[in-house]
Nanobody, 115 residues
Framework: QVQLVESGGGLAQPGGSLRLSCAAS????????MSWARQAPGKGLEWVSG????????YYADSVKGRFTISRDNAKNMLYLHMNNLKPEDTALYYC????????WGQGTQVTVSS
């Protein structure tokens, strides 16, 4: 069955960096676009970034553009989100998502940005 397992979340200081990872299994990873989304406390789900089946096209929400980089390794069935210059408003539960429109979500990894 499809599995998406996120990791790499944690506590970071403002201006710091984190790298989120998503290990995918149960489907042909290289055939699907993938995304990251997040949900901050008390707020709705926000799409963060997406990537085509290869690295030919990537997309970002305005709130993270220039600070976050999405990438994938199809040989390892891995999706990544490199987050730089983190801000307190980046605090959220981050989800890995399969396909566009999304047809499967991971369980999420918590990112907290605080001094």
């Amino acid at each position: 069955q499809v599995q998406l397992v996120e990791s790499g979340g944690g506590l970071a200081q403002p201006g710091g960096s984190l790298r989120l990872s998503c290990a995918a299994s149960g489907f042909t990873f290289s055939m699907y676009a993938m995304s990251w989304a997040r949900q901050a406390p008390g707020k709705g789900l926000e799409w963060v970034s997406g990537i085509h089946t290869d690295d030919s096209a990537t997309y970002y929400a305005d709130s993270v553009k220039g600070r976050f980089t999405i990438s994938r390794d199809n040989a390892k069935n891995m999706l990544y989100l490199h987050m730089n210059n983190l801000k307190p408003e980046d605090t959220a539960l981050y989800y890995c998502a399969k396909n566009i429109p999304v047809d499967y979500w991971g369980q999420g990894t918590q990112v907290t940005v605080s001094s």
